[in-house]
T-cell receptor, first 111, second 114 residues
């Protein structure tokens, strides 16, 4: 059964304090691994898609990496506006665009 | 490029009632999915529609049903509401087809069942 586990559940960082979020996954044939950001009361906002082990993608202070078993979202010198819940999801090889999500990491960055 | 829009944004129902939620997909997208997100949890896949037909379903009972219209908009219907149906319901659209497809989500409809 396809499964995604994220850790930690919550993370509090001082502004400028870099850290990493983990996403472990099992899927029968990976079509893509996705990172989304979700602000309270809003829908998830797309950040990255990773397709194969060894791939890396960057956007501003965020960098996502992928291995055969897990993905990391590295946050460099975070700012308070980076506070949100970060969701990881996998899309397997089937006839749908179905995403299997983890429960997310709730990040708080304080000044 | 318009995004995904959902209505209503909030609604309150009582147990046993029925609800219909609506979604307009992003322009250029032909596939619509619905997700249920309970408080503090990740979104759970309900079903997906492509070419007006359901082509994938998660572990949800038959009282969860949907429609997709020729303009790719969609409805989610839930009958015989239960307290546990209280959640944020998210609609997402995508291009469909082969390859990893990015889902664009709407802001959601917050359903409270009393």
């Amino acid at each position: 059964e396809d499964q995604v586990t994220q850790s930690p559940e919550a993370l509090r960082l001082q502004e400028g304090e870099s850290s990493s979020l983990n996403c472990s996954y099992t899927v029968s044939g990976l079509r893509g691994l996705f990172w989304y950001r979700q602000d309270p009361g809003k829908g998830p906002e797309f950040l990255f898609t990773l397709y194969s082990a060894g791939e890396e993608k960057e956007k501003e202070r965020l960098k996502a990496t992928l291995t055969k078993k897990e993905s990391f979202l590295h946050i460099t010198a975070p700012k308070p506006e980076d506070s949100a819940t970060y969701l990881c999801a996998v899309q397997g090889h089937n006839n749908t665009d179905k995403l299997i999500f983890g429960t997310g990491t709730r990040l708080q960055v304080f000044p | 490029e318009t995004g995904v829009t959902q209505s209503p944004t909030h609604l309150i129902k009582t147990r046993g009632q029925q609800v219909t939620l609506r979604c307009s997909s992003q322009s250029g997208h032909n596939t619509v999915s619905w997700y249920q997100q309970a408080l503090g949890q990740g979104p759970q896949f309900i079903f997906q529609y492509y070419r007006e037909e359901e082509n994938g379903r998660g572990n949800f009972p038959p009282r969860f049903s949907g429609l997709q219209f020729p303009n790719y908009s969609s409805e989610l219907n839930v009958n015989a509401l239960e307290l546990d149906d209280s959640a944020l319901y998210l609609c997402a659209s995508s291009r469909g087809g082969s390859g990893a497809n990015v889902l664009t989500f709407g802001a959601g409809s917050r359903l409270t069942v009393l």
